[in-house]
């Protein structure tokens, strides 16, 4: 002990141990003591001695801590003074020599422990399970390490713990700690895990990163807050930076709306301190990966909609308008609000509509372009400006046509109170100042992009360059100052001024052909262009002559040839006399190589290091790159190639109009089919009800039917009961008008019968001449299926008749048996009074009969009368039995005139398919004759004309498809 003392307080033990001989014994008692006091002693005094003597702790020391690791879990101490040995072995943090050879040693000691300590993944697991220990002596120093470790071989170490069963989530937990130093250290650990590994950056989204992350800012006072603010900043961008899962989740998730505190800075000036600019640059940053150029549209596009909807726009907006704002956070902000609202209509119609803190108020859009052509101000803010213009206009047809509606005569304010955005493009295009030169022409190029009409108004911009002169049109004065060249003297680059106006100039006659006449309607500017071309000029002109060369080739390509005297030929003559041809496409090539050409090209946004890289312009580089070939072949067509050319283009033209014709005529076509179909389909739905309503009055008849045979069946045995009487106590009680009133009735039964018989025989007439018209159109296989289905459905209607008509017979039958027995009754009656005379006891003996005969015969006739009702309900049923039959007929009318019409809309619909058919046909075989001819004079027919014939095709295949759907209706 004494000796350890030694060591431990700075003492030499003598001269006879040396430092390696020291560690070796402190080593050699790690891993011979048995007690436990020895070896957390020994281990303790390895720790002091790993700070100075690296290397030698590192190489005798590393595999006996890690078995201290494996071995002594129960004590705490112990385990902690390993992982701080280990940390000191690993780490490059501690050590204080600040010489370059003796610091990169350090790194190369700390990667060779490094890999040495992971060769083996168990001791990655085991510093793993180490902190789920909640013991801070374990805990803390186990974050640091692994934290040294991921720092010296990240990837490896990722891969290590991407393997481990719960690795990450055991990570996350420490996000959860209480004390404020492991969380914070974890929130380290955890930026080093996920730098550059996707895998592991879902891992830890999924394992509620976001929302311990948000909580965390919120708490430590979101900008406001202190470094660990920052930490949790940077570790959101890694989570959600070229992670469309993650920004995804964050978006559905519902987190992009607590961002909005973030920018809740108000309006003081004193509350700037260098922790709180750093981080709202952070946030600033965060928001602006959720709305990358570079993210899918999609999904930019739905978190540009979510920043509206929670207010974080109208946010920015305010700082944007803030005063007292530092202008690094005013240039990051402004960036971010040009990434929020590109292509997003809604954010550009918001930011167009804010104005400025300012009396009168004023649009920031002029505020801002004020900034830009002021050249005074910060070049990083133009640049921010520029950009935030340029995103504006993105995809915006009405915010171009709002900024170039300001330069038109019928708006400028007359009075010149106000200030206008095209008043303020104007004076950058014309200043003294090349950069405003530059950026002006360049937002004015961003308003005419892909788009027509704005480029055709411009032309009506007249400008009054001094009194007494007349005004000139902007595109004269543009090419005026082009001329003019370096005579003027301007502030910043010789050729930026040229390039800004070349490419103004180029956008805006590109696909334009009556701004390519006003442009060679002026007599100088062809001469000009041909003349800035054919000289041979330094290195720096190059560039100037492959615009010349770019603007002179989209007059010819884009040339109507309204002008004789600079028709598409007579230009392509004069480039072969004074320039040729091959030089010529040289010249032009000179853009594309430049240097400054492709770093262009890769971002929307304009980031230069200084004013003299800015040179080119996103957008242009990608007019660029698709006029430069086209340009190409239209200088080396001749004329007939071009007549040619323009012969196909023009029937191709008229090809294109004609399909879209009949394609328009076949969607009509289509849309009045459905509607008949739906009609069809309504019709058979209110056939079917009539056929479930007849079918429901068939069962009710049945029933009728079954009624009145029990009443017959009862009346049958009341007759037999009372013929077993005598005959003369039977009749003697019968009035003659009773039996006179059943006549009657007996008789209008008969009637009502023959009259039903004959409506009967009239249905199945009208039936038989409704089937036999159905038969008889059977010439089309739509129709005979129609009128298949209508003879079925009135072939059951008939046979529901006969059954009706039927039973009508058995009940006029089952009446006239009555009607007999009652003439019997009748005629008994009679004879019996004229024959027998009545006697003294035999006429009191009659007379009880004829009481008792009387009381039955009362009886009969109540039975009679309710039998009389019951034929009278039934043929109130059968009449509306009768009604029910006439609605089926007249609807089976209707189908059968919806039926016709039909038929005759499928003959005209057929009729005219052929036609279009036969017309296609034409066109084909003309189009093929065509490009026979261009093939046999050597002019390569492009793939996209074989496409558009075979996609032609398939447009006629389907225009056939409509009539076979017919055939089945």
């Given at each position: 002990?004494?000796?350890?003392?030694?060591?431990?307080?700075?003492?030499?033990?003598?001269?006879?141990?040396?430092?390696?001989?020291?560690?070796?014994?402190?080593?050699?008692?790690?891993?011979?003591?048995?007690?436990?006091?020895?070896?957390?002693?020994?281990?303790?005094?390895?720790?002091?001695?790993?700070?100075?003597?690296?290397?030698?702790?590192?190489?005798?020391?590393?595999?006996?801590?890690?078995?201290?690791?494996?071995?002594?879990?129960?004590?705490?101490?112990?385990?902690?003074?390993?992982?701080?040995?280990?940390?000191?072995?690993?780490?490059?943090?501690?050590?204080?020599?600040?010489?370059?050879?003796?610091?990169?040693?350090?790194?190369?000691?700390?990667?060779?422990?490094?890999?040495?300590?992971?060769?083996?993944?168990?001791?990655?697991?085991?510093?793993?399970?180490?902190?789920?220990?909640?013991?801070?002596?374990?805990?803390?120093?186990?974050?640091?390490?692994?934290?040294?470790?991921?720092?010296?071989?990240?990837?490896?170490?990722?891969?290590?713990?991407?393997?481990?069963?719960?690795?990450?989530?055991?990570?996350?937990?420490?996000?959860?700690?209480?004390?404020?130093?492991?969380?914070?250290?974890?929130?380290?650990?955890?930026?080093?895990?996920?730098?550059?590994?996707?895998?592991?950056?879902?891992?830890?989204?999924?394992?509620?990163?976001?929302?311990?992350?948000?909580?965390?800012?919120?708490?430590?006072?979101?900008?406001?807050?202190?470094?660990?603010?920052?930490?949790?900043?940077?570790?959101?961008?890694?989570?959600?930076?070229?992670?469309?899962?993650?920004?995804?989740?964050?978006?559905?998730?519902?987190?992009?709306?607590?961002?909005?505190?973030?920018?809740?800075?108000?309006?003081?000036?004193?509350?700037?301190?260098?922790?709180?600019?750093?981080?709202?640059?952070?946030?600033?940053?965060?928001?602006?990966?959720?709305?990358?150029?570079?993210?899918?549209?999609?999904?930019?596009?739905?978190?540009?909609?979510?920043?509206?909807?929670?207010?974080?726009?109208?946010?920015?907006?305010?700082?944007?308008?803030?005063?007292?704002?530092?202008?690094?956070?005013?240039?990051?902000?402004?960036?971010?609000?040009?990434?929020?609202?590109?292509?997003?209509?809604?954010?550009?119609?918001?930011?167009?509509?804010?104005?400025?803190?300012?009396?009168?108020?004023?649009?920031?859009?002029?505020?801002?372009?004020?900034?830009?052509?002021?050249?005074?101000?910060?070049?990083?803010?133009?640049?921010?400006?520029?950009?935030?213009?340029?995103?504006?206009?993105?995809?915006?047809?009405?915010?171009?046509?709002?900024?170039?509606?300001?330069?038109?005569?019928?708006?400028?304010?007359?009075?010149?109170?106000?200030?206008?955005?095209?008043?303020?493009?104007?004076?950058?295009?014309?200043?003294?100042?090349?950069?405003?030169?530059?950026?002006?022409?360049?937002?004015?190029?961003?308003?005419?992009?892909?788009?027509?009409?704005?480029?055709?108004?411009?032309?009506?911009?007249?400008?009054?360059?001094?009194?007494?002169?007349?005004?000139?049109?902007?595109?004269?004065?543009?090419?005026?100052?082009?001329?003019?060249?370096?005579?003027?003297?301007?502030?910043?680059?010789?050729?930026?001024?040229?390039?800004?106006?070349?490419?103004?100039?180029?956008?805006?006659?590109?696909?334009?052909?009556?701004?390519?006449?006003?442009?060679?309607?002026?007599?100088?500017?062809?001469?000009?262009?041909?003349?800035?071309?054919?000289?041979?000029?330094?290195?720096?002109?190059?560039?100037?002559?492959?615009?010349?060369?770019?603007?002179?080739?989209?007059?010819?390509?884009?040339?109507?040839?309204?002008?004789?005297?600079?028709?598409?030929?007579?230009?392509?003559?004069?480039?072969?006399?004074?320039?040729?041809?091959?030089?010529?496409?040289?010249?032009?090539?000179?853009?594309?190589?430049?240097?400054?050409?492709?770093?262009?090209?890769?971002?929307?946004?304009?980031?230069?290091?200084?004013?003299?890289?800015?040179?080119?312009?996103?957008?242009?580089?990608?007019?660029?790159?698709?006029?430069?070939?086209?340009?190409?072949k239209a200088i080396y067509k001749s004329s007939e190639e071009d007549k040619k050319e323009e012969e196909v283009k023009k029937t191709l033209e008229q090809h294109d109009n004609i399909v879209t014709h009949y394609k328009n005529m076949i969607r009509e076509q289509d849309l009045q089919l459905e509607e008949l179909r739906q009609q069809v389909s309504t019709l058979k739905c209110q056939n079917e009800q009539l056929q479930t309503a007849v079918t429901q009055q068939v069962s009710q008849i049945q029933q009728h039917k079954d009624q009145y045979?029990?009443?017959?069946?009862?009346?049958?045995?009341?007759?037999?009961?009372?013929?077993?009487?005598?005959?003369?106590?039977?009749?003697?009680?019968?009035?003659?008008?009773?039996?006179?009133?059943?006549?009657?009735?007996?008789?209008?039964?008969?009637?009502?019968?023959?009259?039903?018989?004959?409506?009967?025989?009239?249905?199945?007439?009208?039936?038989?001449?409704?089937?036999?018209?159905?038969?008889?159109?059977?010439?089309?296989?739509?129709?005979?299926?129609?009128?298949?289905?209508?003879?079925?459905?009135?072939?059951?209607?008939?046979?529901?008749?006969?059954?009706?008509?039927?039973?009508?017979?058995?009940?006029?039958?089952?009446?006239?048996?009555?009607?007999?027995?009652?003439?019997?009754?009748?005629?008994?009656?009679?004879?019996?009074?004229?024959?027998?005379?009545?006697?003294?006891?035999?006429?009191?003996?009659?007379?009880?009969?004829?009481?008792?005969?009387?009381?039955?015969?009362?009886?009969?006739?109540?039975?009679?009368?309710?039998?009389?009702?019951?034929?009278?309900?039934?043929?109130?049923?059968?009449?509306?039995?009768?009604?029910?039959?006439?609605?089926?007929?007249?609807?089976?009318a209707i189908l059968q005139t919806e039926k016709d019409k039909l038929e005759l809309e499928i003959t005209d619909s057929k009729k005219e398919q052929d036609d279009l058919l036969v017309l296609l046909a034409d066109q084909d075989q003309k189009i093929l004759s065509l490009k026979n001819k261009l093939k046999d004079l050597g002019h390569p027919v492009e793939e996209e004309d074989e496409l558009e014939s075979g996609d032609q095709e398939d447009e006629d295949d389907e225009s056939e498809d409509p009539g076979k759907d017919l055939d089945h209706?």
């Amino acid at each position: 002990m004494n000796f350890l003392r030694g060591v431990m307080g700075g003492q030499s033990a003598g001269p006879q141990h040396t430092e390696a001989e020291t560690i070796q014994k402190l080593c050699d008692r790690v891993a011979s003591s048995t007690l436990l006091d020895d070896r957390r002693n020994a281990v303790r005094a390895l720790k002091s001695l790993s700070k100075k003597y690296r290397l030698e702790v590192g190489i005798q020391a590393m595999e006996h801590l890690i078995h201290v690791l494996q071995t002594d879990r129960s004590d705490s101490e112990i385990i902690g003074y390993a992982l701080d040995t280990l940390y000191n072995i690993i780490s490059n943090e501690e050590e204080e020599e600040v010489e370059e050879n003796s610091t990169r040693q350090s790194e190369d000691l700390g990667s060779q422990f490094t890999e040495i300590f992971i060769k083996q993944q168990e001791n990655v697991t085991l510093l793993l399970s180490l902190l789920e220990e909640f013991d801070f002596h374990v805990r803390w120093p186990g974050v640091k390490l692994l934290t040294s470790l991921l720092k010296q071989l990240g990837p490896q170490v990722q891969q290590i713990i991407l393997v481990s069963p719960m690795g990450v989530s055991r990570l996350m937990d420490l996000l959860a700690d209480s004390r404020e130093v492991i969380r914070n250290d974890g929130v380290l650990l955890l930026q080093a895990l996920t730098r550059s590994n996707g895998a592991i950056q879902k891992i830890v989204a999924f394992e509620n990163a976001f929302e311990r992350l948000l909580d965390i800012i919120s708490e430590e006072g979101n900008s406001d807050g202190g470094i660990v603010v920052e930490d949790c900043l940077i570790l959101l961008q890694n989570l959600l930076k070229n992670n469309n899962s993650n920004q995804n989740f964050f978006k559905e998730g519902s987190y992009i709306q607590r961002m909005k505190p973030w920018f809740e800075v108000g309006d003081e000036n004193s509350g700037w301190s260098a922790q709180k600019v750093t981080n709202l640059h952070l946030m600033l940053q965060l928001v602006r990966v959720l709305v990358s150029p570079t993210n899918p549209p999609g999904a930019t596009s739905s978190c540009q909609k979510a920043m509206f909807q929670c207010g974080l726009l109208q946010q920015l907006c305010t700082i944007l308008m803030a005063t007292g704002v530092p202008a690094d956070i005013l240039t990051e902000t402004i960036n971010t609000v040009s990434e929020v609202i590109r292509g997003c209509q809604v954010n550009q119609d918001y930011f167009a509509s804010v104005n400025a803190p300012s009396n009168p108020p004023r649009p920031a859009i002029v505020v801002l372009l004020m900034s830009m052509v002021n050249e005074r101000q910060p070049f990083v803010l133009r640049c921010a400006v520029l950009y935030c213009f340029q995103c504006f206009l993105y995809k915006n047809q009405k915010g171009q046509g709002e900024i170039v509606s300001t330069l038109l005569p019928s708006t400028i304010d007359a009075t010149g109170n106000s200030v206008s955005a095209g008043q303020l493009l104007c004076g950058g295009l014309f200043s003294t100042d090349s950069l405003s030169n530059w950026c002006a022409a360049v937002a004015l190029a961003h308003a005419l992009q892909e788009n027509a009409t704005q480029k055709e108004q411009l032309l009506r911009v007249q400008l009054a360059t001094s009194i007494g002169n007349p005004p000139v049109s902007l595109l004269q004065q543009c090419t005026n100052i082009l001329s003019q060249g370096d005579k003027i003297d301007r502030r910043g680059s010789k050729i930026q001024t040229r390039v800004g106006l070349l490419m103004l100039l180029c956008t805006w006659l590109s696909n334009c052909p009556i701004a390519v006449t006003h442009f060679l309607h002026n007599s100088a500017n062809v001469p000009f262009l041909t003349g800035q071309i054919a000289e041979n000029l330094g290195e720096e002109e190059q560039l100037v002559q492959g615009l010349c060369a770019l603007l002179l080739g989209i007059s010819i390509y884009f040339n109507d040839n309204s002008l004789e005297s600079y028709m598409k030929e007579k230009l392509k003559q004069l480039i072969e006399k004074r320039i040729g041809k091959e030089n010529f496409i040289e010249k032009l090539g000179f853009i594309s190589k430049h240097e400054l050409y492709s770093r262009a090209s890769q971002k929307p946004q304009p980031n230069f290091p200084s004013p003299e890289y800015m040179i080119f312009d996103h957008e242009f580089t990608k007019l660029v790159k698709e006029l430069e070939g086209v340009i190409t072949k239209a200088i080396y067509k001749s004329s007939e190639e071009d007549k040619k050319e323009e012969e196909v283009k023009k029937t191709l033209e008229q090809h294109d109009n004609i399909v879209t014709h009949y394609k328009n005529m076949i969607r009509e076509q289509d849309l009045q089919l459905e509607e008949l179909r739906q009609q069809v389909s309504t019709l058979k739905c209110q056939n079917e009800q009539l056929q479930t309503a007849v079918t429901q009055q068939v069962s009710q008849i049945q029933q009728h039917k079954d009624q009145y045979n029990l009443l017959k069946i009862q009346l049958g045995k009341d007759n037999q009961h009372q013929g077993s009487y005598s005959e003369g106590a039977q009749m003697n009680g019968i009035q003659p008008e009773e039996i006179g009133r059943l006549r009657e009735e007996i008789e209008e039964l008969k009637r009502n019968q023959e009259l039903l018989q004959s409506q009967l025989t009239e249905k199945d007439s009208m039936i038989e001449n409704l089937k036999s018209s159905q038969t008889s159109g059977t010439n089309e296989q739509s129709s005979a299926i129609v009128s298949a289905r209508d003879s079925e459905q009135v072939a059951e209607l008939k046979q529901e008749l006969a059954t009706l008509k039927s039973q009508l017979n058995s009940q006029s039958v089952e009446i006239t048996k009555l009607q007999t027995e009652k003439q019997e009754l009748l005629q008994k009656t009679e004879a019996f009074a004229k024959s027998v005379e009545v006697q003294g006891e035999t006429e009191t003996i009659i007379a009880t009969k004829t009481t008792d005969v009387e009381g039955r015969l009362s009886a009969l006739l109540q039975e009679t009368k309710e039998l009389k009702n019951e034929i009278k309900a039934l043929s109130e049923e059968r009449t509306a039995i009768k009604e029910q039959l006439d609605s089926s007929n007249s609807t089976i009318a209707i189908l059968q005139t919806e039926k016709d019409k039909l038929e005759l809309e499928i003959t005209d619909s057929k009729k005219e398919q052929d036609d279009l058919l036969v017309l296609l046909a034409d066109q084909d075989q003309k189009i093929l004759s065509l490009k026979n001819k261009l093939k046999d004079l050597g002019h390569p027919v492009e793939e996209e004309d074989e496409l558009e014939s075979g996609d032609q095709e398939d447009e006629d295949d389907e225009s056939e498809d409509p009539g076979k759907d017919l055939d089945h209706i």
